[in-house]
């Protein structure tokens, strides 16, 4: 099991950036994949970004050419830097490992509300 924990989140004007990090318990190497979810109000979970051990990366097609996931396995962390954020993009945004047997682990949740 992973233990992960989020950070970076906040409150953005439209057209503005953050970057997301989450710090996992244990080294990510061996992981499967890491990646970021979103969930808006009244909305499903969705994928964002992931990144596999082998370094394949997957974006939403909302978020192509805005945002870009990264890791660090020397640090244990994964990264997800968002540029010119939208109103849509207001959401609690979680973390997540998949380990080989493609269970998930999920952290805590940061929240990002994009508003004038």
């Known amino acids: 099991q992973v233990q992960l924990v989020e950070s970076g989140g906040g409150l953005v004007q439209p057209g503005g950036s953050l970057r997301l990090s989450c710090a996992a318990s244990r080294s990510i190497f061996g992981l499967y994949a890491m990646g970021w979810y979103r969930q808006a109000p009244g909305k499903q979970r969705e994928s964002v970004a992931t990144?596999?051990?082998?370094?394949?990366?997957n974006y939403a097609d909302s978020v192509k050419g805005r945002f870009t996931i990264s890791r660090d396995n020397a640090k244990n962390t994964v990264y997800l830097q968002m540029n010119s954020l939208k109103p849509e993009d207001t959401a609690v945004y979680y973390c997540?490992?998949?380990?080989?047997?493609?269970?998930?682990?999920w952290g805590q949740g940061t929240q990002v509300t994009v508003s004038s």
């Open positions: 997540v490992a998949e380990t080989l047997d493609h269970s998930r682990d």
């Open positions: 990144i596999t051990r082998g370094g394949s990366i």
